[in-house]
């Protein structure tokens, strides 16, 4: 209501304002015509003596007379004619600007202007451009949870607890899902099932009914029906695949207990299917057929790391003049080994991660000097590491 009220009299005051200002504009006409009548009489009397030479003509009689007269009366014409042409411009310029702005003062209450007005008493801007804008509700996007058996490929020193983290279910939803143990050794491109949530899949035989298989798992035959769309009293068909959410596996079917909180040695570790350099050193001797290993020389105690992830096979003395050694079993048929070193941090039975330290290079054994002696083999043949190393 203020708002309606204050454009009200903005409107009322600018009318007054063009009511006076229209007949001071309309009270310049009359003197302006007396300009016009001045411009007509100049251009008359321009026209007269443009009449000269004719009027010359016949008074003298003289050829060459009339002609110098009428070239004269020719240039004092055109000189007039401008003349007259730009008083003509200087008068109605000044006339038409005020017959324009006698039009904008009265379109102008129809026009408001977007600088805000305040009021004198509250000291209130109220600005009659602005729209405000609809505050938007933001969109999610709700991603529907996956409901289906997923199979995953095993990566390069994937664990089965990281796998179990990645996809958010229970070491032991993913066990056995799998029919394996906690220290089934990874390979690298071997597919696992991933279930969609933490329980058990059952495989329906022949005569199954929903309430037993409920009871087998200690489940509720109501949420087994639901998450997989059937009915209480659907049939079901050999061969069908069922998802027992929070279903426990009988004991007797596990072939070994999981555990969430194994110790990081104690996961298996998928291997990636190459080598990286064990050590930082110089090359002392190469592969051929009389050493069929790669000799890397440095400092004792420079660094030791696993080729490759695996499962440790061995590691303490040996009796074969390789002093402290370590052998790598990398579960697709790779072996490494790892000798003459100072000291190792590993035991038999734990999983390394490729690049993960396993002890430090020495001098033990059958040595001349800190080097690493590095072996590779493959389905128990010796191969040359050179190559093979990335």
């Known amino acids: 209501m203020a708002f309606e009220a204050l454009r009200e009299e903005g409107a009322a005051s600018r009318e007054d304002q063009a009511e006076a200002r229209l007949p001071a504009a309309a009270s310049t006409v009359p003197r302006r015509s007396l300009g016009l009548q001045l411009v007509g009489l100049v251009i008359f009397c321009a026209y007269g003596v443009f009449r000269l030479p004719r009027l010359a003509a016949l008074t003298l009689r003289s050829k060459a007379l009339s002609q110098w007269v009428s070239a004269a009366a020719y240039r004092v014409a055109g000189h007039i004619v401008l003349l007259a042409l730009g008083i003509a411009a200087l008068w109605a310029t000044p006339l038409v600007a005020g017959q324009i702005s006698g039009?904008?003062?009265?379109d102008e209450p129809e026009r408001y202007s977007t600088l805000p007005a305040f009021r004198v008493s509250t000291a209130e801007a109220v600005f009659p451009d602005v729209i405000e804008r609809p505050i938007l509700l933001e969109t999610r996007v709700i991603l529907r949870p996956r409901d289906e058996i997923f199979a995953?490929?095993?990566?390069?020193?994937d664990t089965l607890v990281d796998i179990a983290d990645r996809f958010r279910i229970e070491l032991d939803t993913l066990l056995w899902a799998n029919d394996i143990a906690p220290d089934h050794l990874l390979v690298l491109g071997y597919k696992l099932r991933i279930p969609p949530i933490d329980g058990v899949i059952h495989v329906v035989a022949g005569g199954d009914l929903l309430h037993e298989i409920?009871?087998?798992?200690?489940?509720?035959p109501v949420a087994i029906a639901e998450y997989n769309r059937i009915g209480l009293s659907t049939t079901l068909v050999a061969g069908m695949e069922l998802i027992i959410p929070n279903g426990i596996l009988p004991e007797a079917l596990r072939k070994s207990r999981g555990?969430?909180?194994?110790?990081?040695?104690?996961?298996?570790v998928a291997a990636f299917g190459e080598f990286r350099w064990p050590a930082q050193g110089v090359i002392t001797q190469y592969y051929h057929s009389r050493h069929l290993a790669l000799d890397i020389g440095n400092r004792?105690?420079?660094?030791?790391?696993a080729a490759d992830a695996g499962r440790i096979s061995a590691a303490g003395w040996s009796a074969l003049g390789y002093g402290y050694r370590i052998v790598i079993d990398h579960g697709n048929g790779w072996v490494s080994t790892y000798s003459h070193l100072s000291t190792f941090a590993v035991s038999v039975g734990d999983f390394v991660r490729a690049g993960e330290y396993i002890g430090a290079m020495g001098s033990t054994g059958y040595s001349t000097?800190?080097?690493?002696?590095f072996e590779v083999l493959y389905h128990n043949r010796f191969q040359n590491p050179l190559p093979l190393l990335n």
């Open 103 to 106: 039009r904008a003062l009265l």
């Open 152 to 157: 995953y490929e095993v990566r390069g020193n």
């Open 214 to 220: 409920a009871e087998k798992y200690q489940s509720n």
């Open 259 to 268: 555990d969430t909180q194994l110790a990081q040695r104690e996961q298996p």
């Open 300 to 305: 004792t105690g420079t660094a030791i790391v």
């Open 369 to 373: 000097g800190p080097h690493l002696h």
